[in-house]
C-alpha cells in the first residue's frame, strides 16, 4: 500500500528556514519520482519542486529555484525539502506526490497518482 506521510511545517519569520520530510512507504525511491507541491488559499495549487528515481535530478518552480532544496535517502524512504529564505508569498499547504511516470513534471501533474496529506507552511508577512 503505498502511503506518503509529510511533516515538519511551520510558521517562521520571513528569511527563516524549515525542512519538509515526505516519508513515503509501499514502494522504494528508486522506482519512482517524488514531486512537491502547493496549495495557497484562493490559489491554484503551484508545482515547487520534483526528485528523479532514475538519477536524483531535480526540478524546480521558478518562484523558488535558489531557495529550495530537495534530496532523497533512499535508505530511509524519505524525501526532503529544505527551504530557506522563507517568504510570506511562500505560505501554503505542501504536499509529496509519487510519480510513477518518471517525468517529474510539475507543470502538468496530471501523473501524480498518490498524495500525501499536506503539512501547513506559514511565514508571517
Known amino acids: 500500500q503505498v502511503q506518503l506521510v509529510e511533516s515538519g511545517g511551520g510558521l517562521v519569520q520571513p528569511g527563516g528556514s524549515l525542512r519538509l520530510s515526505c516519508a513515503v512507504s509501499?514502494?522504494?525511491?528508486?522506482?519512482?519520482?517524488i514531486g512537491w507541491f502547493r496549495q495557497a488559499p484562493g490559489k491554484e495549487r503551484e508545482g515547487v519542486s520534483c526528485?528523479?528515481?532514475?538519477?536524483?535530478?531535480?526540478k524546480y518552480g521558478d518562484s523558488v529555484k535558489g531557495r529550495f532544496t530537495n534530496t532523497r535517502d533512499n535508505a530511509k524512504n524519505t524525501v526532503y525539502l529544505q527551504m530557506n529564505n522563507l517568504k510570506p508569498e511562500d505560505t501554503a499547504v505542501y504536499y509529496c506526490a509519487v510519480d510513477r511516470t518518471n517525468w517529474c513534471d510539475i507543470v502538468n501533474p496530471w501523473g501524480y497518482e498518490y498524495w500525501g496529506q499536506g503539512t501547513q507552511v506559514a511565514v508571517l508577512s
Open positions: 509501499g514502494f522504494s525511491l528508486d522506482e519512482y519520482s
Open positions: 526528485i528523479s528515481s532514475v538519477d536524483g535530478s531535480t
